[in-house]
Nanobody, 114 residues
Framework: QVQLVESGGGLVQPGGSLRLSCAVS????????MAWYRQAPGKQREWVAE???????TSKNSLKGRFTISRDNDKNTVYLQMNSLKPEDTAVYYC????????WGQGTQVTVSS
């Protein structure tokens, strides 16, 4: 059973930064893609960014320049660096792993508020 454990969420003021982590119970290179999603209150879950097993990264156009996905293969951990945070970034952020199956973490709450 694959486990994904997110951490790093919290309360931050507008303009601040957070780095989310997703620790995975097996080699992240065994997955075709690792991704971050988010779900704001009353909204559908949306894709934020992903990184392929080969290291290619893509992100939601509206978040480019503020959000960056990266990974540490040795630690089997994927990160989401979030800068210049806005109140509309408030959401539960989920880690996602895809091979022949799809796996989700439990989510970590990010609240951007003054």
């Amino acid at each position: 059973q694959v486990q994904l454990v997110e951490s790093g969420g919290g309360l931050v003021q507008p303009g601040g930064s957070l780095r989310l982590s997703c620790a995975v119970s097996r080699s992240i290179l065994s997955f075709s893609f690792m991704a971050w999603y988010r779900q704001a209150p009353g909204k559908q879950r949306e894709w934020v960014a992903e990184i392929s097993s080969g290291g290619s990264t893509t992100s939601k156009n509206s978040l480019k320049g503020r959000f960056t996905i990266s990974r540490d293969n040795d630690k089997n951990t994927v990160y989401l660096q979030m800068n210049s945070l806005k109140p509309e970034d408030t959401a539960v952020y989920y880690c996602n792993a895809r091979d022949a199956s799809i796996y989700w973490g439990q989510g970590t709450q990010v609240t951007v508020s003054s």
